[in-house]
């Protein structure tokens, strides 16, 4: 499967998310602790907003712990905003259109997991993505057809339902080909200003899925520690899996539960049930 994170507050460099924590998602992409592969070295990707509405994306398939300009341009770039993704591919090809995140117009899109069968159902799954939007569909991940079929049932009006939404059609999908239990997923979207994260799998057995304690508390239970007091009261991340050990640090997202992180606001967990 993958590793992924999506932070969101003050301006940091981007090696210190991804270089600098103990179990940073680099250390993630060779030596994952709680993923379903220990190893996710089929590429990586970064997306990022900075004086444009339009993100910027980085996308590689060397592995992440092996790129070495991910690491010069890592100790020069300031984020308030960013994707990171490293993948363990599920079948599909190694090659940069598969790495996420994903991009359309001001949103970005990352995914962990799988649809099951995918083959047997890629077609009409296809097929239902907006025309207008299907010539942009560049590589060949289950990944990126979720984010497609999300972007065609309103995700820029209303998230969490296009996302419902999306789930329901290929859980419809997939269980009229046979499939029992057919998508399996954590997924992270934004527009640039509101992330939204899912925690969701047919099953009821998601992959795991974490989100960052309020800042504040953390400063209370932690006064000496001068990291936590860098950042402002609302800086958020959401991680496939936590980047430290600090006690309290860290909470699991639930079964069946979107994250909505708004700037300046307390984060939200809702339920999520298509």
């Not at 907003?49 to 010069?72: H, I, K, M, Q, V």
Request: aromatic letters at 10%; a negative charge.
């Amino acid at each position: 499967m993958c590793r992924w994170l999506a932070y969101s507050g003050s301006p940091v460099l981007l090696e210190e998310l991804l270089y600098a924590p103990e179990n940073s998602l680099v250390m993630q992409s060779k030596h994952a602790k709680l993923g379903a592969t220990a190893v996710n070295g089929d590429g990586f990707g970064i997306g990022w907003y900075g004086s444009t509405s339009t993100p910027g994306l980085f996308l590689s398939t060397e592995p992440a712990w092996n790129d070495r300009n991910l690491r010069e341009l890592s100790a020069q770039i300031t984020v308030d905003r960013v994707f990171a993704h490293v993948r363990a591919s599920t079948g599909g090809a190694v090659q940069r259109s598969n790495c996420h995140p994903f991009r359309h117009q001001n949103w970005l899109w990352m995914h962990n997991g799988l649809i099951a069968k995918f083959s047997l159902v890629r077609r009409e799954l296809m097929l239902a993505i907006d025309p207008v939007l299907f010539p942009l569909v560049e590589g060949s991940t289950d990944s990126e057809i979720m984010f497609y079929l999300a972007v065609s049932f309103g995700l820029a009006q209303d998230p969490p339902a296009a996302v419902a939404r999306m789930v329901e059609f290929v859980e419809d999908v997939g269980r009229r080909a046979g499939v029992e239990y057919p998508i399996q997923m954590t997924v992270a979207t934004t527009d640039g200003s509101t992330t939204w994260a899912f925690r969701y799998s047919s099953r009821g057995k998601s992959r795991t899925l974490f989100h960052s304690t309020d800042v504040t508390t953390l400063r209370r239970q932690y006064p000496d520690n001068p990291a936590l007091h860098d950042v402002d009261d609302d800086s958020r991340l959401i991680v496939s899996e936590p980047l430290g050990d600090l006690v309290g640090a860290w909470q699991e997202v639930p079964e069946s539960t979107c994250v909505i992180v708004r700037p300046g606001v307390e984060e939200e967990l809702v339920p999520f049930k298509p």
